[in-house]
């Protein structure tokens, strides 16, 4: 026993020593008469179940205006997804933006594993046709995220800009009203790096591929012989930074695409020289061990906080994966404890995080059977 204990703990400071966070933009190209969107569909949701990304946002997602939305391409994914992994994932999709010959109507949209709080979208001003940015409020393993969406003119340069503008505006409103949440913009923004949409954006927000790659080129479209970078994963947070980024969903399969775009997929890490702080003072959540510690049945998570404020506590497997959010209130100051029941999950390491107004702070606990 003691010797499958002590190995847990090991296997859990190499795979926990750098929790993360995968990001994936991707323009799904709807389901445009001629481009086979049964066969892409499915393409894509293998690519998806190979990445296994916690969030992602989605351009050119279809349906059909007879259908209820059953047809709908943010669903299909996202249920695909929740019978492979064996855990919820959510899909949050916006109003049409776009419609074609009434065969189906388009938006953009986003697909999470984890927790949503809130949620809503806003209009863009409106260029060639209407456009759109969504947004959730994703309690993710790296704390709060402000995550956006969008897809933006590809045919008008001063729409475009207006659009780039607007949308800023959206994400400071956003932030004002979460600033302790990190903030992630994705989209095909249909304007390569050295435009002046983009520029605007970049003076605003960190674009993931350039931190991460530096000059090298990224290119996303077209996916059969690419030559520009329109696809992107934005970021702002003083707690989490790129790991890693790469272009994915980039090959055929038996002669198919899955897109006329690639995607982006960027995965982000707590920032080791984050500064934890809010204009209210230091980190004001201590987080101590659980007890019993190894547990078999139940354990006790003991926290402190100093001042009243919003708290979040999650529980996580080895995948990353939430399973269980004992508390997500706003609590008084003092001691608190909770009592975890392990109920029918296996022996293992799970890993727990106490999210703050100020900051998050991690735990570990080994169950034994």
Known sequence: MLKRILMLLAVSSMVFGQQELKIVSYNIMGMKPGSYPETRLKIIIQNLKQLDPDIIGLQEINESP???????????????????????????????????????????????????????????????????????????????????????????????LGQAQKMLAYVAERD??????????????????????????????????????????????????????????????????????????????????????????????????????????????????????PFNAATVIHYHLLRRGHVTLTIHDLRGRVIEVPVDEVQDAGSHQIRFDAGALPAGLYPYHLVSETGISSGKMVLVR
């Open 66 to 160: 007879s259908s209820g939305g059953s047809d709908n391409q943010a669903r299909i994914i996202a249920d695909s997804l929740t019978a492979f992994f064996g855990i919820p994932y959510t899909s949050y999709y916006s109003g049409t933006h776009m419609a074609w010959d009434g065969q189906f109507r388009e938006m953009i949209g986003i697909i999470t594993k984890h927790p949503v709080e809130q949620q809503g979208f806003a209009d863009l001003p409106k260029g060639t046709f209407p456009r759109k940015v969504v947004w959730n409020h994703i309690v993710t393993p790296l704390g709060r995220v402000n995550f956006f969406n969008t897809h933006l003119d590809g045919e008008s340069t001063g729409a475009t």
């Open 176 to 293: 004002s009203a979460f600033p302790a949440a990190a903030v992630v913009l994705t989209g095909d923004l249909n304007n390569v790096p050295e435009s002046e949409s983009i520029t605007t954006l970049s003076a605003a927000l960190v674009d993931s591929w350039r931190k991460v790659n530096g000059s090298l080129p990224g290119y996303t479209v077209p996916c059969d012989a690419p030559n520009a970078r329109i696809d992107y994963v934005f970021y702002k947070s003083r707690k989490i930074k790129p790991l890693a980024s790469a272009v994915v969903m980039k090959d055929s399969f038996r002669g198919n695409y899955p897109s006329d775009h690639a995607g982006v997929m960027t995965t982000f890490g707590v920032d080791p020289l984050g500064v934890h702080i809010s204009a209210a003072g230091p980190v004001h959540a201590e987080l101590l061990q659980n007890y019993p510690n």
